[in-house]
C-alpha cells in the first residue's frame, strides 16, 4: 500500500514571499511519480509539477519548485513570488506501478495582499 | 483541444434515486479513471477503464456504484439508491497511456448531492 501525508492543514503567505508546502509519502515501489495538483476555488484539478523518483535532479516549473528527498521520502513544494492566484487548495500525489493515483488530504494555501 | 469534459456539473438526487455521472476524455486519451472527493478530503482512487474494459475497480463500493467506458460514448459512472453518503464530488480524469509514464488531465469534477 501506498499512502501520502501532508500534515499541515493550511498555511498562510504574504504575496511576493516565499512558501514551502510539506509532503511525505510511503511505498515500496522503487520506480513511482510524485505530484503537487492544485485545486482553485474553481475546484478544477490543474497539475503544478512532477518528479519522477529515478531522476535525482528537482524538477522545477517557473516560480514552482520541489525539494525531492528519496532517501526520507519527501517531497515538498515551494512557491516563490507568491501570487493571489496561487490561493488554493494543494494536492500532495504520488503514483506506482499500480497506477492509482495517491492523494494526501491537502493544504489550503492563502495569500495575503 | 477540448479538456476532459464531465456533466452534469451539479446533480441533486434525493434518497433511493439514480445517478448518473459522463466523462468525455480528451481526444485521443483511452485510459479514464474515476475519483471521489469528500469535503475537506483529497481524491480517492474509485476505477480505472479503458475502452470497453474494467483494469481496476479496487477502490468501488461493492454495492450501487458501477463503471464503463463503452466503445463509443463516454465513460459512465452510475450510482443507484443514491444516500446521504454518496454525496461528494466526482472527477474524472484521463490520460494517453497508463498513468505511470504520463499525466492525468481532470475534468473540472461533478458535484453530487444527495437530499
Known amino acids: 500500500a501506498q499512502t501520502v501525508t501532508q500534515s499541515q492543514p493550511e498555511m498562510s503567505v504574504q504575496e511576493a514571499e516565499t512558501v514551502t508546502l510539506s509532503c511525505t509519502y510511503d511505498?515500496?515501489?522503487?520506480?513511482?511519480?510524485l505530484f503537487w495538483y492544485k485545486q482553485p476555488p474553481s475546484r478544477q484539478m490543474i497539475l503544478v509539477i512532477r518528479?519522477?523518483?529515478?531522476?535525482?535532479q528537482n524538477a522545477t516549473e517557473n516560480r514552482f519548485s520541489v525539494n525531492f528527498q528519496k532517501a526520507a521520502k519527501s517531497f515538498s513544494l515551494k512557491i516563490s513570488d507568491s501570487q493571489l492566484g496561487d490561493t488554493a487548495m494543494y494536492f500532495c500525489?504520488?503514483?506506482?506501478?499500480?497506477?492509482?493515483?495517491?492523494f494526501g488530504k491537502g493544504i489550503t494555501l492563502s495569500v495575503r495582499p | 483541444n477540448a479538456g476532459v469534459m464531465q456533466n452534469p456539473r451539479h446533480l441533486v438526487r434525493r434518497r433511493g434515486q439514480e445517478a448518473r455521472l459522463r466523462c468525455s476524455p480528451m481526444k485521443g486519451h483511452s485510459h479514464v479513471y474515476w475519483y471521489r472527493q469528500l469535503p475537506e478530503e483529497g481524491l480517492k482512487f474509485m476505477v480505472y477503464l479503458q475502452k470497453e474494459n474494467i483494469i481496476d475497480e479496487s477502490g468501488m463500493p461493492k454495492e450501487r456504484f458501477s463503471a464503463e467506458f463503452p466503445k463509443e460514448g463516454p465513460s459512465i459512472l452510475r450510482i443507484q439508491q443514491v444516500v446521504r453518503g454518496d454525496s461528494a464530488a466526482y472527477f474524472c480524469a484521463s490520460s494517453p497511456r497508463d498513468q505511470t509514464i504520463g499525466e492525468l488531465f481532470f475534468g473540472e469534477g461533478s458535484r453530487l448531492t444527495v437530499l
Open positions: 518528479q519522477e523518483a529515478y531522476k535525482q
Open positions: 511505498t515500496s515501489e522503487n520506480n513511482y511519480y
Open positions: 500525489a504520488l503514483v506506482g506501478a499500480n497506477s492509482k493515483l495517491t
